[in-house]
C-alpha cells in the first residue's frame, strides 16, 4: 500500500469519526432538554447507536496515522515539530471521545447533571481542536 493511500483512508476515517463527534453532543444538548421518558429512551438508544458507530473510525484514524508515522520513519518524525504538537491535540480529542462514554453512562443511568449550556460548549471544542490540528497539518508552522 502506498503512502498516498494510507492518506486517503487516515482522512476517510478522520471524516467519519468526526461526523459523530460533532453529532453526538448535539444529541446530548437536545437530549439534557428533553422531559419526557419516551424521548429519553430514544435519544439514550441514538447516543449509544452514534457513539459505537464512530469508535472503530477513531480507532482507524489512529492505527492509520501511527503507520504514516512508520511509514515516514523516525528522523523525519523527529523534525516535525508541527506533528509533535498536532499529536498533542489529537491525544486531547482521543480523551473528549472516552468522556463522551462517560457522559453517555450519565444518561443511560439517568443521573446526567449537566446543563444543555454546557454540552453546547462542549460541542464546540472539538470544531476548534480540529481546526488548529488542520492548520498545523497543512501549514506546517514549524
Not at 429512551?41 to 484514524?61: G, Q, S, W
Not at 503507520?67 to 523516525?74: D, E, T
Not at 515539530?81 to 453512562?105: D, E, I, M
Request: hydrophobic share 55%; glycine share 4%.
Amino acid at each position: 500500500m502506498t503512502i498516498l493511500w494510507l492518506k486517503a483512508f487516515h482522512l476517510f476515517f478522520i471524516v467519519a469519526w468526526f461526523a459523530g463527534i460533532f453529532y453526538l453532543p448535539r444529541l446530548f444538548v437536545n437530549h439534557a432538554e428533553n422531559k419526557h421518558p419516551e424521548t429519553s429512551e430514544t435519544f439514550k438508544v441514538m447516543e449509544r447507536r452514534l457513539l459505537y458507530f464512530v469508535t472503530p473510525f477513531a480507532i482507524l484514524t489512529l492505527v492509520l496515522g501511527v503507520l504514516l508515522i512508520w511509514f515516514y520513519g523516525a528522523a523525519w518524525f523527529k523534525q516535525a515539530h508541527w506533528l509533535h504538537a498536532k499529536l498533542l491535540l489529537v491525544t486531547l480529542l482521543y480523551g473528549y471521545h472516552g468522556y463522551c462514554f462517560k457522559l453517555l453512562a450519565d444518561f443511560k443511568h439517568d443521573t446526567n447533571t449537566k446543563s444543555p449550556r454546557f454540552y453546547r460548549v462542549f460541542n464546540e471544542l472539538p470544531v476548534l481542536v480540529l481546526l488548529a490540528i488542520l492548520i498545523l497539518a497543512v501549514v506546517k508552522p514549524f
